[in-house]
């Protein structure tokens, strides 16, 4: 059993080393290739993992190689345009010009209703508000509306703004995150003094608190702490 566990961890984090080197890619935006890639490195894994009578080097190789030749691609779809597009193919347009376009729903198996839900979960319920909307390599819909269909920008209505920059958690689920707190230049006092203006008195009552480059802050308390 101690074995089986050993090769278990073994394995897991090999992979996982091995993955978070191709990149940081979610499942949804995984090209084709990644995706087999992922599935056979899943397979290859599971056999040693539950037959110790394979030797772990056995099971470690292929997935070296794999890895590597998933890499070796990635560098040539950086270098080459034609054997990117060999690989992962391109943006197909679904919609131009408030149409949908039936024979490239046809050449990419996607159907009016797997169309319709994709722009329904962008805030699109009517096509003649759509400019393109492109199939991605990895499966997503890019939408783009008309330009009268965009929201309209602080800069397009002479609007002045001010950035706020990145924020940052000084209390996570209660608990004060102390060098962050340093980081941005505040001490205890202050952080008493913004707990105080939200009805609290301890970080343990705050579910989260952060503040940004100009020292705004926002915050939400525990519900236990609100009751």
Same mark, same amino acid.
């Given at each position: /059993?101690? =074995?089986?566990?050993?090769?278990?961890?073994?394995?897991?984090?090999?992979?996982?080393?091995?993955?978070?080197?191709?990149?940081?890619?979610?499942?949804?935006?995984?090209?084709?290739?990644?995706?087999? *890639?992922?599935?056979?490195? #899943?397979?290859?894994?599971?056999?040693?993992?539950?037959?110790?009578?394979?030797?772990? =080097? !056995?099971?470690?190789?292929?997935?070296?190689?794999? *890895?590597?030749?998933? !890499?070796?691609?990635?560098?040539? @779809?950086? +270098?080459?345009? +034609?054997?990117? &597009?060999?690989? @992962?193919?391109?943006? &197909?347009? =679904?919609?131009?010009?408030?149409?949908?376009?039936?024979?490239?729903?046809?050449?990419?198996?996607?159907?009016?209703?797997?169309? /319709?839900?994709? *722009? +329904?979960?962008?805030? %699109?319920?009517?096509?003649? #508000?759509?400019?393109?909307?492109?199939?991605?390599?990895?499966?997503?819909?890019?939408?783009?509306?008309?330009?009268?269909?965009?929201?309209?920008?602080?800069?397009? /209505?002479?609007?002045?703004?001010?950035?706020?920059?990145?924020?940052? =958690?000084?209390?996570?689920?209660?608990?004060?995150?102390?060098?962050?707190?340093?980081?941005?230049? %505040?001490?205890?006092?202050?952080?008493?003094?913004? *707990? #105080? !203006? %939200?009805? /609290? &008195? !301890?970080?343990?009552?705050?579910?989260?608190?952060?503040?940004?480059?100009?020292?705004?802050? %926002? @915050?939400?308390?525990?519900?236990? #702490?609100?009751?």
């Amino acid at each position: /059993m101690f =074995v089986v566990l050993i090769r278990t961890v073994v394995l897991y984090l090999f992979i996982v080393v091995g993955i978070r080197l191709l990149g940081k890619h979610q499942i949804g935006q995984l090209e084709p290739s990644e995706l087999v *890639l992922t599935l056979i490195i #899943a397979d290859l894994a599971s056999v040693p993992m539950q037959d110790n009578g394979i030797p772990l =080097v !056995s099971g470690l190789i292929p997935i070296v190689v794999l *890895l590597s030749l998933a !890499s070796i691609l990635s560098v040539l @779809c950086t +270098r080459s345009i +034609r054997f990117r &597009t060999l690989l @992962c193919g391109k943006p &197909t347009i =679904v919609v131009e010009n408030g149409q949908v376009l039936e024979p490239e729903l046809k050449k990419t198996r996607l159907t009016l209703d797997e169309l /319709m839900e994709e *722009l +329904r979960m962008q805030g %699109y319920t009517d096509f003649r #508000a759509i400019k393109f909307a492109l199939l991605e390599t990895n499966g997503q819909l890019s939408v783009l509306p008309y330009a009268a269909e965009k929201p309209a920008t602080a800069a397009q /209505m002479g609007i002045t703004t001010q950035e706020t920059g990145l924020p940052v =958690v000084l209390i996570s689920d209660g608990r004060l995150l102390e060098h962050n707190l340093r980081g941005r230049g %505040y001490e205890h006092v202050w952080l008493e003094k913004q *707990l #105080a !203006s %939200y009805g /609290m &008195t !301890s970080p343990a009552q705050a579910f989260l608190l952060t503040v940004d480059e100009e020292g705004g802050t %926002y @915050c939400v308390p525990k519900k236990e #702490a609100a009751e």
